[in-house]
C-alpha cells in the first residue's frame, strides 16, 4: 500500500507491504543505511529515527505509522557540509569508536537534549537507557551529549537574535 | 612549510565523518540488483545425530533457489573449517582435532550447529523455507560444563576424544613449584569461575558473496577482523579454489572484540553458494543467531595456590584450570586457554616457580574462543584475586603485599618462570600514581559516610601486565601457532606527495584512519591531511593478519614505520642526485631534504614529484616512482600493564553493587594519538566491568539450550550502570618497538574485572566474605550477604 510521508524534509511515497518495519523501509526501499540494526528485541537503540522530532526506535514500527507523518534520519540532520551540534559534539568529543551505535545516540541524544536542554551526566545516563554502545564505555558519548546541548543552546539563540 | 601532526597530537579522527552521516558502509547496508537471501538452518538441539534431512519441501516453496546441506559438502570435497594452532599436552601428545565441518556431518554438537543453508529470492521466502526443511534428529544426552565434562559417565562428543578431553596441557616447572610449597609459611587457596561472556559487537555478522563465472572470480565482503587470513584459510583449505581468485572484502565494521577474528562456517559456505545458484548471495545475522553462532569467550573453572614466606614473599605459584573449548575448535581456540593464559600468570610479580596445567574440553556449547583480552582477563583475574586473599590470610594490608613482591623498574628487562620476557615497566610508579589519582587516602572517610547510610563501601586494586602486540612468529610457531604474525604496509607516495598507506590491519573502531596517518605525517614531515589509510581488501593490499591481540599499532605501526624508513631512503638517494651532493651527507628533517651544512634543499613534495616524473634522475641506477613495502615480525610481545582501582558501594538491601570511582593508570609505552588511547581504555574497562557485574552466557545443563539469548536475558553494561572513570597513562617506552608502542585496544578489559570484584569482596569482607563469583549482579550480592557467616547486626558494629 502506498504510504506518504515527509523524509528528511522531502516528500516521499513508498509502496509497500503494511507488516514492513520502518527501519526496513528506510535501509531496503529508500537506500537510507545510516539506520542500523543491532538487535531484534528493541533493546539496542542502533536504529533510533525522529519521527515529528520525537526519537522513535525505527525496527519497532510498521510503516504505515509514517502516514502523513515526518521522519528524520542520520542522513538528513546535517545542513549540507555543515554538521548538526550534536553530530559536531560527538566529533569532538570521540563519542564514537565503531561508529555502529551512532546514528542511534545522536538521534537520541538530540531528543533527550530537546527535552531538557541542560542535563546532568545522571540525567543523560539515564536517558541512553535504550542504547546500547559496546565501544566507548559511554564516558565520551556523556561527554558528547553534554557539548552537543550547549551547542544546540547557542545555536538557538544565534537563531533568535 | 607542512604542518605535522605527529606522535602524541590528538587530532580528532578522519573516519568519523561517513559514521556522523550515516555513510558508512557495513556488509549488510550493500546490495546486487540481483541478490539472492540466504537462511541458516540450525541445530535446536545440543547434542543429537544426524539422521537424515529432507528439503524437498523447501525446494518446492516460492522463490528457493536452493537448499544446501552437509551432504552437498561432502559431495564437492570441501574440507572443514581449520584450526589455526596445534597445541601439545604435557607428554608430548598433540591435541585432539576433531574436524569442524561447514555444515553439519553425522551428528550436531550444539544448540546453533549449521545443519542446512537456504537460499531464496527474498528474506521473507528464505524464512519461510527454512521452516520447511525437515531435519531428522536423534537427542543424544547434552553436556555444557567443563566439570561434568570430564567426569566418568559424561556424554561423549566424538567417538575419538575419550573423556571429551582436548588436550592436557602444562606449563612450568612443576618440581620447583612443588619445592616452593614444601617450604612455604602460607598457602593462599582460591577456587573460582571465569564466566563465559557473549562478545555481541552491535553489528551483527554478515556476508555478501558473488561469482563472477567470465573469470572465475568470487568476492566475499563480510564482517571480519582479517580479510587475509579468511581468504587464505577458505580458499587453501576449505573450499579448494586458487587463492588468487578469491577476493574478501571487511568494509566498515561495527566492532569485532575478536568475535570476527575467526574464519566461519557462513563465510565459506556463502562463498560456495554464489557460485552453486549463479546468483549474488548475502546473510545478515540477526541478533539471535548471532547469540547462537559468535564464538564465545572465557569459560574457566580454576583451582589456584600460592606459597609465601613469613614475610609476605611469593614463592611458588600452582593453577589448574579446566577450559571450554565449546563443541568445535574454532581458529585460535586452544591457543586462548593455554598460551595466552598461563604465561601471565607471573603478574608484576617476581614469584619464582609457577606451574599451570589446563584442561581444554569439549562440551556441547557454542566453540569459545578469543574475546578481547583472550586468556589475558582470565590470568589476570585468578592472579590479583588470590593476592587478596593471601593478603587478608595473612593479615598483610594487600597493597603492601603487593608493592613486596612487584618486579621493580630497575629490574626489568625480567625473565619469567613461564617463558615470557617483559621488555621493560614500572607497576610500582602506575600503582602510586593510582593511589593518588583515586584519592585512596579519602577512603576511609568515604567508607564511614557510606557506613552511616548503611550501605557497604569497597575498594579493590588490580595490578597487573599482559602480553600485547601478537607476536613473533617464530616464538608463535615454537607454541604451535600453524601461521606467521608479522605486518605488513605499504607507504604509497603520489607525484603530488600525497600519501596512502596500504595496510594489512583492519579498523573497527580503533582509530587507525588517524593514527596510522599521524606517523606518515611524523616520519615524511608532510600534513596529516595529505595521508588515507586503505585497509580491508585483499585486491587492494599486499597482505596482513588482522587486528588482534592489541597488535594493530604495535605490529602494523611498525610495518608502516620500516615503509617509512625506505620512503625516505630512497628520497635521499634522489635528493642526492639533484642537490650533486654524496648521499651520505643528505639530511632529512621536517619533510626536507638537504645538504648538510648548506642552504641547499628539496621538499619532499618536489622528490615525490622528480620521482613520477623523472627527466633528471639517476635512472641507470634507481627505478622511478616511490613507493615502499615493509613486513614486519615482531621481536618479542609487548607488555602493557598498569593500576586499576575500583571503589564500589553496595546497597545490602537489593544487592546493588554501583561503582563510585574508577582510576585507571596504564603503561601502554609510546602514546601516538591520547585521545584515542584514551577512549580505548574507556572501552575496555567496560567491558571488563561488563564480565565483572552482569553479563553471563548461561546454558541449560540438562537441555544444552543457551539462556541468556538476548539482549534481554545477556545484561550488557548500558550507560547508567558504567562509571565515570579517570584514565591515564604511565608510560615506560617498549624497547623493542621501533616507535616505544605497546598496544593499548585490550588492557581495560584484562585489568578491570580483578579491581572490580576485589571491591566488592573488600566491601563485604567485615561479613566474613572472601570471594565472590562474577557476575557480581544484585541476586547473587543480596545472597551472597544472607548467607554470610557473620551476621550482618554484629558486622554494623
Ligand atoms: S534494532 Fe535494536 S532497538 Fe531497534
Ligand atoms: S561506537 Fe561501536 S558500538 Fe558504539
Known amino acids: 500500500m502506498p504510504i506518504s510521508f515527509t523524509l528528511n524534509g522531502r516528500s516521499r511515497t513508498a509502496d ?10 528506510l535501509r531496503d526501499h529508500m537506500n537510507l543505511t545510516g539506520t542500523h540494526v543491532g538487535c531484534d528485541t528493541s533493546q539496542c537503540g542502533a536504529c533510533v529515527v525522529l519521527l515529528d522530532g520525537e526519537a522513535v526506535k525505527s ?10 507523518r515526518s521522519l528524520t534520519t542520520i542522513e538528513g540532520l546535517a545542513k549540507g557540509e555543515k554538521l548538526h551540534p550534536m553530530q559536531e559534539a560527538f566529533h569532538t568529543q570521540h563519542g564514537l569508536q565503531c561508529g555502529f551505535c551512532t546514528p542511534g545516540m545522536v538521534m537520541t541524544a538530540i531528543d533527550l537534549v530537546n527535552h531538557n536542554p541542560v542535563p546532568t551526566e545522571a540525567e543523560i545516563r539515564e536517558g541512553l537507557e535504550g542504547n546500547i554502545c559496546r565501544c566507548t564505555g559511554y564516558q565520551n558519548i556523556v561527554k558528547a551529549i553534554q557539548a552537543g546541548a550547549a551547542a544546540m543552546a547557542a545555536s538557538t539563540t544565534a537563531a533568535a537574535a | 612549510m607542512a604542518t605535522i601532526t605527529g606522535v602524541g597530537a590528538a587530532p580528532l579522527r578522519k573516519e568519523d565523518l561517513r559514521f556522523l552521516t550515516g555513510r558508512g558502509q557495513y556488509v549488510a547496508d550493500m546490495k546486487r540488483l540481483d541478490m539472492a537471501i540466504g537462511v541458516f538452518v540450525r541445530s535446536p538441539h545440543a547434542h543429537a545425530v544426524l539422521k537424515g534431512i529432507d528439503a ?43 574436524s569442524f565441518p561447514i555444515l553439519a556431518q553425522g551428528k550436531v ?19 519461510a523455507a527454512a521452516e520447511l526443511v525437515i531435519v531428522d534428529y536423534e537427542e543424544l544426552p547434552a553436556v555444557v560444563g567443563v566439570l561434568e565434562a570430564v567426569s566418568d559417565g559424561a556424554p561423549q562428543l566424538y567417538d575419538d576424544v575419550p573423556g571429551n578431553l582436548c588436550c592436557d596441557w602444562a606449563l612450568g616447572d612443576e618440581a620447583a613449584t612443588d619445592a616452593a610449597f614444601a617450604k612455604a609459611a602460607h598457602v593462599a587457596r582460591l577456587s573460582l569461575i571465569n564466566n563465559r561472556l557473549i562478545g555481541n559487537p552491535m553489528e551483527p555478522r554478515a556476508a555478501l558473496a558473488e561469482y563472477n563465472p567470465g573469470n572465475g572470480h568470487y568476492t566475499l565482503f563480510t564482517t571480519s577482523q582479517f580479510p587475509h587470513v579468511v581468504r587464505w584459510l577458505m580458499s587453501a583449505l576449505v573450499l579448494k579454489i586458487p587463492e588468487q581468485k578469491v577476493r574478501v572484502v571487511a568494509p566498515d565494521v561495527g566492532g569485532g572484540f575478536g568475535v570476527k577474528q575467526f574464519l566461519y562456517g557462513e563465510e565459506a559456505v556463502i562463498t560456495w553458494a554464489a557460485k552453486k545458484v549463479g546468483v549474488p548471495v548475502k546473510w545478515v545475522s540477526d541478533r539471535a543467531e548471532g547469540f547462537m553462532s559468535d564464538r564465545q569467550g572465557r569459560d574457566h573453572v580454576t583451582e589456584a595456590e600460592l606459597a609465601l614466606d613469613e614475610n609476605g614473599k611469593f614463592l611458588g605459584f600452582r593453577v589448574h584450570t579446566l577450559a571450554n573449548m565449546g563443541g568445535y575448535l574454532s581458529t585460535f581456540g586452544p591457543n586462548i586457554p593455554t598460551n595466552l593464559y598461563a604465561p601471565l600468570l607471573g603478574g608484576v610479580y617476581t614469584t619464582p616457580a609457577i606451574y599451570c596445567n589446563v584442561k581444554v574440553v569439549f562440551t556441547n556449547t557454542v566453540p569459545v ?22 593478603a587478608a590470610d595473612m593479615g598483610i594490608d594487600r597493597v603492601e603485599l603487593r608493592r613486596r613482591n612487584m618486579i621493580p623498574k630497575e629490574a626489568y628487562p625480567y625473565q619469567t618462570p613461564v617463558l615470557v620476557e617483559y621488555d621493560s615497566g614500572d607497576p610500582v610508579g602506575c600503582l602510586d600514581r593510582a593511589e593518588t589519582v583515586a584519592d585512596v587516602a579519602g577512603f576511609a572517610s568515604r567508607k564511614a559516610a557510606s557506613r552511616a547510610a548503611g550501605r557497604f563501601r569497597g575498594l579493590g586494586y588490580s595490578t597487573y601486565v599482559e602480553a600485547c602486540g601478537l607476536a613473533p612468529s617464530r616464538f608463535a610457531g615454537r607454541l604451535g601457532a600453524r601461521g606467521g604474525l608479522y605486518e605488513s604496509a605499504t607507504l604509497r607516495v603520489h607525484p603530488t606527495g600525497q600519501v596512502t598507506v596500504l595496510i594489512g590491519t583492519h579498523n573497527h573502531g580503533q582509530g587507525h584512519e588517524t593514527t596510522f596517518a599521524q606517523i606518515v605525517s611524523e616520519r615524511l614531515g608532510i600534513p596529516f591531511e595529505n595521508v588515507d589509510i586503505v585497509f580491508g581488501d585483499t585486491d587492494k593490499v599486499q597482505f596482513g593478519m588482522g587486528t588482534y591481540g592489541s597488535r594493530s599499532l604495535v605490529v602494523g605501526g611498525s610495518a608502516l614505520n620500516k615503509a617509512s624508513d625506505k620512503v625516505i631512503a630512497k628520497g635521499r638517494k634522489i635528493a642526492a642526485h639533484l642537490l650533486e651532493a654524496g648521499e651520505q651527507d643528505i639530511e632529512f628533517e621536517a619533510g626536507v631534504f638537504s645538504v648538510a651544512g648548506t642552504d641547499r634543499t628539496k621538499s619532499f613534495v618536489e622528490i615525490a614529484l622528480a620521482a613520477y616524473v623523472p627527466h633528471n634522475y639517476p635512472l641507470e641506477v634507481l627505478e622511478p616512482g616511490l613507493e615502499e613495502q615493509a613486513y614486519y615480525d615482531p621481536i618479542n610481545f609487548t607488555y602493557p600493564g598498569g593500576a586499576h582501582i575500583c571503589e564500589v558501594e553496595i546497597d545490602p538491601d537489593t544487592g546493588v553493587v554501583r561503582i563510585e570511582r574508577y582510576t585507571g593508570v596504564d603503561d601502554v609505552g609510546t602514546v601516538i594519538n591520547p585521545m584515542i588511547v584514551e577512549g580505548q581504555l574507556h572501552g575496555g574497562i567496560v ?27 545477556y545484561c550488557m553494561p548500558r550507560a547508567d550502570m558504567s562509571p565515570h572513570m579517570d584514565v591515564s597513562t604511565h608510560s615506560t617506552p617498549c624497547t623493542h618497538t621501533p616507535l616505544g608502542v605497546k598496544g593499548c585496544g585490550e588492557v581495560g578489559t584484562i585489568g578491570s574485572p580483578a579491581a572490580v570484584i576485589n571491591a566488592v569482596v573488600d566491601a563485604l569482607s567485615h561479613l566474613g566474605v572472601t570471594h565472590v563469583d562474577m557476575p557480581a549482579t544484585p541476586n547473587r550480592i543480596w545472597r551472597v550477604i544472607q548467607n554470610a557467616t557473620l551476621p550482618r547486626a554484629l558486622a554494623a558494629e
Open chain 1, 59 to 68: 525496527c519497532t514500527l510498521l510503516a504505515p505509522v509514517l502516514a502523513g
Open chain 2, 56 to 98: 524437498s519441501a523447501a525446494l518446492q516453496a516460492p522463490g528457493v533457489l536452493a537448499v544446501l546441506t552437509g551432504q552437498d559438502v561432502a559431495a564437492d570435497g570441501l574440507g572443514s573449517l581449520p584450526c589455526g594452532w596445534a597445541i601439545t599436552g604435557k607428554d608430548g601428545v598433540p591435541m585432539k582435532e576433531p
Open chain 2, 687 to 713: 567491558q571488563g566491568i561488563g564480565q565483572a557485574l552482569c553479563e553471563a552466557a548461561i546454558y541449560d545443563d540438562q537441555s544444552g539450550q543457551l539462556l541468556s539469548g538476548s539482549f534481554m536475558d
Open chain 1, 16 to 25: 509497500v507491504p503494511s507488516s514492513t518495519l520502518v527501519s526496513d523501509l
Open chain 2, 369 to 390: 574462543d578469543a574475546y578481547r583480552g583472550a586468556g589475558r582477563p582470565e590470568a589476570t583475574f585468578v592472579v590479583e584475586r588470590i593476592v587478596d586473599v593471601a
Open chain 2, 109 to 127: 554438537r550444539f544448540v546453533g550447529d549449521m545443519v542446512a543453508f537456504v537460499i531464496a529470492e527474498s528474506i521473507e521466502q528464505a524464512r
